[in-house]
């Protein structure tokens, strides 16, 4: 681990590949999870991913409190971004973000740094994957990065799924994170039913079923497949194209017999360019028609009748 974050804080390598050089690495070695002192068990890329981020990011921090010893400097303003993860005391970092506070502790006017954001801890500021740093802040001189409008917004709930349920973009991406841990923990099972000599093809079918899920979030630019989460050593081209082939035991005429001539004719619909202009409506970037709100609402009825169908056409519904 500390190979691994040598690595990304001197620029040898780019995260991903520090992250996958490392994956590699102690898969040679038979290691596949990590046990801490707390007895919390992870999978090895799960620990190699958070140690990865992490430390990268607790060693900026560092660089940041000797630049701020060497100048004198008391105050600090913590960066802040839309999906920032919620909870409780010091794990809500929604809550602290973009705001001044005083390292010291012993200003009137602003808050304690430590106290407030957790810094040092596991929980808050450059904690367990944090991506929030600070940068030091002269009172009178220098302004403020965000105004309370845009910390509001970058915390509202704006991003649109399935059935017109409203999410922040932080409960947005750990829906994202759940579906590419499921496709990992399957992906494993796959390799371990192959190497025992069994069948492998339900483990192979959730893949191909998970992989489609992930494109509930492709209307959203800041939601796209990042393969790279989904990523298992030792699950290349060769186990995917095998994993594949094992599920196509549907074919096109018994899926249409599942399926009602409407159905067919709104899936054919989303599938032309008429698509498009569902998606702009979708995403409020322009009007959505009744006819086209009706294909939407046809194509819910697809999914809802051939389960094969809802985990490829993934299609969110306008706010109501």
């Known amino acids: 681990m500390i190979a691994l974050g040598y690595r990304c804080s001197r620029e040898l390598f780019s995260q991903e590949e520090a992250i996958r050089t490392a994956i590699k690495d102690l898969a040679k070695k038979g290691v596949e999870c990590i046990v801490y002192p707390s007895g919390h068990v992870d999978h090895m890329d799960v620990a190699v991913r958070r140690a990865a981020v992490t430390g990268a990011n607790q060693t900026a921090l560092r660089l940041q409190d000797t630049l701020a010893d060497e100048m004198g400097c008391d105050l600090v303003e913590v960066t802040a971004h839309a999906g920032a993860r919620t909870g409780k005391g010091i794990a809500n970092h929604a809550a602290w973000q973009g705001k001044v506070y005083s390292r010291s502790g012993n200003s009137s006017k602003y808050p304690p740094l430590v106290e407030s954001t957790g810094y040092g801890t596991g929980a808050g500021l450059g904690g367990w994957n944090c991506r929030h740093s600070w940068f030091v802040f002269f009172e009178g001189i220098s302004d403020p990065a965000y105004t309370q409008a ?30 590419e841990r499921n496709i990992r923990r399957w992906k494993r099972e796959y390799k371990a039913m192959e190497a025992a000599g069994l069948d492998p093809s339900e483990a192979a079918a959730k893949v191909i079923r998970l992989a489609g899920k992930t494109e509930r979030f492709s209307f959203a630019d800041r939601f796209k497949r990042q393969a790279e ?72 009825n697809a999914i809802q009748n051939y389960l094969c169908m809802r985990e490829r056409f993934i299609v969110p519904y306008p706010a109501t």
């Open 229 to 300: 989460r989904e990523w298992v050593e030792g699950f290349g081209r060769r186990e995917a194209a095998r994993a594949n082939a094992s599920t196509k035991n549907v074919t096109k005429p018994e899926i249409h017999a599942k399926l009602n001539d409407k159905d067919i004719y709104a899936i054919d619909q989303y599938k032309s360019a008429r698509s498009y202009r569902i998606n702009a409506g979708l995403r409020g970037e322009g009007p959505l028609s009744d006819a086209d709100k009706a294909i939407v609402q046809d194509i819910d």
């Open 150 to 179: 845009e910390l509001n917004d970058m915390n509202a709930k704006k991003v649109y799924i399935q059935r017109g349920k409203k999410l922040t973009e932080y409960e947005a991406s750990q829906k994202q994170r759940a579906i």
